[in-house]
C-alpha cells in the first residue's frame, strides 16, 4: 500500500493522474456493485427487516419491492426506499 501511495504522490502531470483516478472510479463502482449483488441476495418481498437510522436507531420494517441496489419498505404504514446496506433481516 505504501508503494502504492508512493507511486500516486510520483505523478507529475493531469494526464497520467487522471488515468489514476478513472481506474480507482472504475474499481469502486464493481465493488460497490458486487457488494450490492450480495445484499440483494439476502432480501426478498415480504421479509421482516430491521433497518439501522442514525436519528431514530433500529427501525421495523417491511419489503414490499426489491430494487437494483434498495428495496421498498414499509415502515409504520409508510413506504420508504431504503439502501441494502442499512437492513438486515430481522431475528
Known sequence: MKNLINSINAIDNMADLNVVIDVIKSKQKSLRASVAAVAKTQFSVGDNVDIVTRKKGVLKGVIT???????ICDINGSSFN??????KVAS
Do not use: D, G, L, W
Not at 65 to 71: D, E, S, Y
Not at 82 to 87: N, T
Open 82 to 87: 431504503v439502501p441494502f446496506s442499512i437492513m
Open 65 to 71: 419491492k426489491v430494487n437494483r441496489t434498495r428495496a
